[in-house]
């Protein structure tokens, strides 16, 4: 960066001269979209965890038993989602192969 009368600034001078970026505005105008994301994010976690149902402790006497089981009640559409991710994380070798062959056979077959 150079002066107006043509000299090399200091490297002190030129970060004195320089707002913080609170003072300029850029993350008072960052700060809502920020906040939108992470409520998004927040919903997506809550929709595909779903609502858990932890174990059950129960006290028999002077001893306390953890009943396992701990289960979560996730919606429809989670779970359908669950699948796809499932079958492609499973097999998406297959996937690609059967992809290339039918884009492959598409292209030459005209």
Do not use: C
């Not at 505005?25 to 779903?50: C, D, N, Q």
């Amino acid at each position: 960066m150079r002066r107006p009368h043509g000299g090399l600034v200091r490297h002190s001078e030129f970060h004195e001269t320089v707002q913080p970026i609170g003072e300029a505005g850029f993350r008072k105008s960052a700060e809502p979209l920020t906040s939108h994301v992470r409520s998004l994010m927040r919903f997506i976690s809550k929709w595909w965890y779903g609502k858990e149902h932890p174990a059950t402790i129960a006290k028999i006497g002077d001893r306390q038993i953890i009943i396992t089981g701990g289960t979560a009640e996730r919606h429809w559409t989670a779970n359908i989602v669950r699948g796809i991710v499932d079958f492609y994380i499973r097999n998406w070798q297959w996937l690609f192969g059967s992809l290339i062959i039918i884009v492959l056979a598409v292209y030459f077959g005209k």
